[in-house]
C-alpha cells in the first residue's frame, strides 16, 4: 500500500456577475507528492526561515499572487527540485450554462463543489489505486458558516469514491509547504492562460500533467489530442498528457520507471459540455449533450470512450447539470 498526499488549492471567486472585479476562472490546482516527503516540507520551510532572515515578512506563508518576484523565482527553483505532480482544473465562469448558472447565484458553493467533482473524478478513477491511502489537503476557504459549508462540500464529492481509503484535512495554506506548492503551480497556469505569459511557466511546465477546462470551446482547447488505445480491462491509467499551449513543444511522457502509464487514451470530459450552446435555445433543453455539433464528438463511439459516458451519468445522478 503507497501513501499518497493530494494538496489542492483554488483560485478565483464564486462571482457570476461578470464584472471587470470578478475573476474570469473558478478552478482547482494540486500537487501530488507519493511517499515519504518530509525532505521536500523541510525544505519548503528552511526557505521560509531563509527569506524571514533576509528581511522578507511571511506572516502567512508563501502567496504566488503576493510575493515578490525574487520571492518567486526561489520558490520555484525549489518546487523543480521537490517536482510533484501537477493537475489543474479551471472553470471559464461566462460560459456556465444557464441551468448552472442558476444554481450557482442561489449557493455559490455549488461552484466549489463542482469543481472538486470534475477535479476529483478523474484523481480517483484513473490517478490513485485502490490500495493506495490517500490524504486529501484542500486550503481552507471563508470563516465561520461558508468555512463549513466548502468543507461539507469536498466531502460529499469524496463520498462518491467509496473504493478509495481517503482522508480529508482542510488546514490554512500558511501550513502547509504541499498547499503553498499548489498554490504557486495554479498562479502559473492560469496567468499563462490569461495573460498569455508567465516568466515561470517552463518551470511548472514538465510538471503539468491535467489541464482540464470544460467549459470552453472544443477546438480551441489548447490540449494535445491522444488517439485511444487499447489497454487491459481494469488496468490503471495514472497519467494524462499534459497541457500544451499553442506554439510549444508537445508535453513530456511520463516516465514508466515512477510507476506510470504510457497507454494514456484519449479522457474526453472536455468533449462531454457543450461550449457552443445557443443562448436562444430554450431553456428546457436539458440535454447538453446533444447540442453540440458532430465534430465535437468525431472518432469518439461509446466504446471508445466510456470514461465521458460514466461521468455524464455520474453527473446527472448527482443534479450536478
Known amino acids: 500500500m503507497g501513501h499518497v498526499y493530494l494538496y489542492l488549492d483554488e483560485t478565483g471567486d464564486f462571482d457570476m456577475s461578470g464584472k471587470a472585479a470578478a475573476s474570469s476562472y473558478f478552478g482547482l490546482g494540486q500537487a501530488t507528492f507519493r511517499g515519504d516527503h518530509g525532505r521536500q516540507v523541510w525544505e519548503g520551510m528552511q526557505l521560509r526561515f531563509a527569506l524571514e532572515s533576509e528581511g522578507v515578512r511571511l506572516p502567512s506563508g508563501l502567496h504566488a499572487k503576493n510575493d515578490h518576484h525574487k520571492t518567486r523565482e526561489r520558490v520555484f527553483q525549489l518546487i523543480q527540485k521537490h517536482a510533484p505532480r501537477v493537475d489543474v482544473t479551471l472553470l ?3 460560459r456556465a450554462y444557464p441551468g448552472v448558472r442558476r444554481k450557482i447565484v442561489d449557493n455559490d458553493t455549488y461552484l466549489y463543489r463542482l469543481a472538486w467533482f470534475l477535479h476529483f473524478h478523474y484523481q480517483a478513477k484513473y490517478v490513485l489505486n485502490r490500495t493506495d491511502k490517500v490524504y486529501v489537503v484542500a486550503a481552507t476557504l471563508g470563516t465561520g458558516k461558508k468555512k463549513k459549508a466548502v468543507r461539507e462540500a469536498i466531502e460529499e464529492v469524496c463520498a462518491q469514491f467509496p473504493w478509495l481509503d481517503l482522508t480529508l484535512c482542510t488546514w490554512d495554506s500558511a501550513s502547509s509547504w504541499g498547499l503553498q506548492v499548489a498554490d504557486y503551480a495554479l498562479w502559473t497556469v492560469q496567468r499563462r492562460l490569461v495573460k498569455g505569459e508567465c516568466a515561470h511557466y517552463e518551470t511548472v511546465y514538465p510538471l503539468l500533467k491535467t489541464c482540464f ?3 470552453e470551446g472544443y477546438k480551441e482547447r489548447p490540449a494535445i489530442s491522444v488517439k485511444p488505445e487499447k489497454r487491459a480491462p481494469g488496468s490503471l491509467i495514472a497519467d494524462r498528457p499534459a497541457t500544451s ?12 520507471s515512477e510507476g506510470t502509464s504510457l497507454n494514456t487514451p484519449r479522457f474526453s470530459w472536455e468533449d462531454s459540455f457543450d461550449p457552443w450552446m445557443n443562448e436562444d435555445e430554450p431553456e428546457e433543453q436539458e440535454d447538453v449533450w446533444s447540442a453540440a455539433p458532430p465534430e465535437a464528438f468525431e472518432d469518439l463511439t461509446t466504446d471508445e470512450d466510456p470514461a465521458s459516458q460514466s461521468l455524464r451519468r455520474r453527473l446527472e445522478e448527482l443534479d450536478y447539470l
Not at 499551449?245 to 514508466?256: M, N, S, T, Y
Open 92 to 94: 471559464l465562469k461566462e
Open 213 to 215: 477546462r470544460p467549459w
Open 245 to 256: 499551449f499553442p506554439g510549444e513543444a508537445p508535453p513530456v511522457k511520463a516516465d514508466e
